[in-house]
């Protein structure tokens, strides 16, 4: 594996311009503007539901339900992560965001908007019809590896697969994270691939097949952004951030194999 400390957006600066794009997981389509930008796609498919599936009432959760171990907890903490109203419904919130988005990239002809689970729109794209698919929806195990497994056939084979949060901090605000876990999993299925991790906050992933000309070119041109190390392959699985409050309201954190 590789290690890259430095803004994620140096490795997307050293990504070849004017490829085939596609986000899952949007929110407000921050992110989505930064590959717009940094990244100049031919296009830009950005795949997010803008829904939850709750199985109890938002306004009165209870302390449990079949798919939320603690809704209360839930529901505090995704109102309190996407700034939702008193007393509007977190699927109406969603809605606006979903509006805002669209507003947002309304004039871009690049960009197209898919209002679905990802892997339920997975098989409307052609295998090897994009070139990069960034991961960044639910953060539980069970999704990213579907994710990953869905969309891996849709990537061609001088592209890679990249993705947020790879890192394991048991929960943080709403999300599970089950990123590190999925990785790791689904390279155990495939063929042999480089991983590579941008140490930001949050760490980024990337997944290229094995010796890909595009990870090395991307290495060389991102190198001077930072330090770059090369560790063994097998500590991968161990990677996780460690976070604490620098007590001026922002954050110190660092990697960790421990």
Request: with cysteine.
């Amino acid at each position: 594996m590789h290690i890259l400390f430095a803004p994620r957006e140096r490795i997307l600066d050293a990504l070849p311009r004017h490829r085939r794009w596609a986000e899952i997981g949007v929110f407000r389509g921050e992110f989505s503007q930064t590959i717009l930008e940094h990244c100049e796609p031919s296009e830009l498919h950005l795949i997010d539901p803008w829904h939850f599936d709750l199985d109890f009432d938002y306004f009165a959760p209870p302390p449990s339900s079949p798919l939320f171990p603690d809704p209360r907890g839930w529901a505090s903490s995704i109102a309190a992560w996407t700034s939702a109203p008193d007393r509007m419904h977190i699927n109406e919130h969603f809605d606006t965001i979903a509006q805002s988005v669209a507003q947002r990239f309304a004039n871009d002809r690049r960009v197209t908007i898919h209002r679905a689970m990802a892997h339920l729109v997975a098989d409307t794209f052609a295998d090897e019809y994009f070139d990069f698919v960034y991961i960044d929806g639910a953060h539980d195990y069970a999704n990213v590896l579907r994710d990953l497994q869905c969309y891996a056939p849709k990537v061609s084979p001088s592209g890679a697969l990249l993705g947020d949060d790879y890192c394991e901090m048991g929960t943080f605000a709403n999300a599970e994270y089950g990123v590190v876990g999925a990785v790791t999993h689904y390279r155990r299925l495939i063929p042999p691939t480089d991983l590579i991790v941008i140490a930001d906050l949050f760490s980024m992933f990337g997944l290229f097949p094995a010796g890909s000309p595009l990870l090395q070119d991307a290495l060389r041109a991102a190198g001077a952004a930072g330090p770059l190390l090369e560790l063994p392959d097998a500590i991968a699985a161990n990677y996780h951030q460690v976070i604490s409050p620098d007590g001026k309201g922002g954050l110190y954190w660092f990697p960790s194999f421990a």
